[in-house]
């Protein structure tokens, strides 16, 4: 009942596999949220109240507390504006944001009460800026990265931290997957951040960690922390950003 406590969403693969194995490995409880099975986790969809409510019971229930929640499940959607479906952007929006918008205030009730805790959003240099043929997405991350920057606003004085990492372009499933659309190629990507490669998982999960602990983060509250290499300072154009290197 005295150990920390991390939530994780979307831990069953990708970046939330590796923040649940991040936080684990610094000696936090880890509770996986997934629509797939998860190590040590509860399946559910992070849109459905009804999920969250017994996600959160279980919580309660089996540890007492809760000490960090991380909002990373999210999905993502490539087409132009004026081809984009109700029915997908109704998803992205119940997944990227409405899942968050549950899930915080489920589980900030629990850290308000303690007077303690931090929540970690997983939102996007796509909630910083625009990239085309994605305004659902966009949208969402925009809305996420707000929502934070409320809830900063409102529960700092009482405790609770909420702040988001903004990554850039992540080798995950999902990358595999828009690339076998076609919808880009590997040199898309690294032409244009500074750093002149894609995140790995642990890039942005070192991130999370930092801001979930208040040993190391205690004063950081209401930020947007882009993880990208660089990608959302650099205004130059390509053959400029490609000669420094």
């Known amino acids: ?5 991390a939530v994780v969403t979307g831990a069953a693969q990708g970046m939330g596999r590796q923040i649940a194995e991040v936080l684990r490995a610094e000696g936090y409880s880890v509770v996986g949220f997934d629509l797939q099975d998860t190590e040590g986790g509860i399946t559910g969809n992070v849109a459905s109240a009804a999920d969250v409510t017994r996600l959160t019971d279980h919580v309660r229930q089996e540890h007492g507390r809760v000490d960090v929640l991380v909002n990373n499940a999210g999905i993502a959607g490539i087409t132009p504006f004026e081809d984009t479906s109700l029915e997908l952007w109704q998803r992205i929006i119940e997944v990227n944001l409405t899942g968050p918008f549950l899930l915080s205030q489920s589980f900030g009730r629990m850290m308000l009460d303690q007077r303690a805790g931090s929540i970690v959003n997983i939102a996007s240099v796509a909630g910083l800026s625009g990239v085309a043929d ?16 409320t809830l900063a606003v409102e529960w700092g004085g009482r405790g609770v931290r909420v702040n988001a990492v903004c990554p850039g372009w992540v080798k995950t499933e999902m990358d595999v997957e828009s690339q076998a659309g076609g919808f880009y ?3 898309d990507i690294t032409e244009h951040v500074p750093m002149g490669r894609f995140a790995v998982p642990d890039d942005i999960a070192q991130a999370v960690s930092f801001l979930a602990d208040p040993a190391r983060s205690g004063y950081v509250n209401g930020v947007a922390l882009p993880v990208d290499g660089g990608w959302t300072a650099d205004g130059s154009w390509r053959s400029l950003r490609l000669s420094k290197r």
């Open 1 to 5: 009942m005295t150990d920390r406590v």
């Open 185 to 187: 190629v590997d040199d």
């Open 134 to 149: 994605r305004a659902a997405y966009n949208t969402s991350k925009h809305g996420l990265i707000g929502m934070t920057r």
